[in-house]
């Protein structure tokens, strides 16, 4: 009797040691908070998201800083403080199921959030120095909680419906002539595809900006059309926190050269 006893007090003695070195103490809800991710709790206790973080999970949660919310556009801010419903799926869309740390995230990988029908799109540029979930870059990784683990980001995900390129620049009012150059030179099916693919995608200002008569000219000759279209589409998803100064291979075959300033 008395040995088992002693075998208990070992194991939880054991276990406690355990329990910190993994540093982890606190459940998520409360992990976000000493996180300093006080705007994310309070936007979870709004859509009673809190206490369902507080279960046994395990769950990862890209937890957004409260400058990353403070940056939202306000519209979009005023929109969250009403819709209930649409702050949940902005919500659930920075959780998905399972301790998923940063070692384990791979290129390209499309991890299921508790929204299941949208999947967080992870990235990982630089040598594996910038890891994005859904283009906002993971700042603070591998933060364990009692339940799981947070990896905090610089920026709110946003949740986009399912829909491929050329559907977003269809309902995108300020790439319509764009759309009206994919149309012409029968470039839907091709940015349909399975991809992935990045577009820089020029906006009516930028085709208003082209000298007079290009436009024109282009829309009469389909070869050079889709030259020019193609040479805005690289493959794979090129978020901007991955981009780095240097040269890009495009569709087009012609390498586009990056160059980027800092913010
Ligand atoms: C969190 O736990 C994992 C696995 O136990 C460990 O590898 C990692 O170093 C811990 N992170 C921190 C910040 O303590
Ligand atoms: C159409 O564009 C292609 C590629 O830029 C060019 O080689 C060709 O000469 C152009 N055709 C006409 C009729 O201008």
Do not use: W
């Amino acid at each position: 009797m008395a040995a088992i006893d002693m075998i208990k007090v070992l194991a939880v003695i054991l276990a406690f040691i355990y329990y910190n070195a993994s540093g982890a103490q606190q459940k998520i809800p409360e992990l976000a908070k000493k996180l300093g991710a006080t705007t994310l709790l309070s936007y979870l206790k709004t859509a009673g998201l809190d206490t369902e973080l507080e279960g046994d999970g395990p769950f990862t949660l890209f937890a957004p800083t409260n400058e990353a919310f403070d940056s939202l556009p306000t519209a979009v801010k005023e929109k969250l403080a009403t819709d209930k419903t649409l702050l949940r799926t902005v919500l659930m869309f920075h959780v998905t199921n399972g301790a998923v740390y940063s070692s384990q995230l791979q290129n390209e990988m499309l991890v299921k959030s508790l929204d299941t029908t949208l999947d967080i799109r992870i990235n990982i540029y630089k040598g594996g120095q910038v890891i994005t979930a859904d283009g906002s870059q993971v700042i603070n990784p591998n933060q364990n909680a009692t339940n799981g683990v947070i990896h905090i980001v610089d920026k709110v995900l946003y949740p986009l419906p399912n829909i491929n390129i050329p559907q977003y620049v269809t309902i995108s009012p300020e790439l319509s002539t764009l759309f009206y150059c994919v149309v012409q030179g029968q470039l839907t099916d091709v940015l349909s595809g399975q991809g992935p693919f990045t577009l820089f995608a020029p906006d009516n200002t930028a085709f208003d900006n082209l000298p007079p008569g290009e436009l024109s000219d282009l829309l009469s000759n389909q070869t050079a059309l889709v030259d020019v279209l193609k040479y805005h589409v690289v493959s794979g998803t090129q978020y901007s926190k991955g981009l780095v100064d240097g040269d890009v291979s495009t569709l087009e075959g012609k390498p586009v050269k990056i160059t980027v300033e800092e913010e």
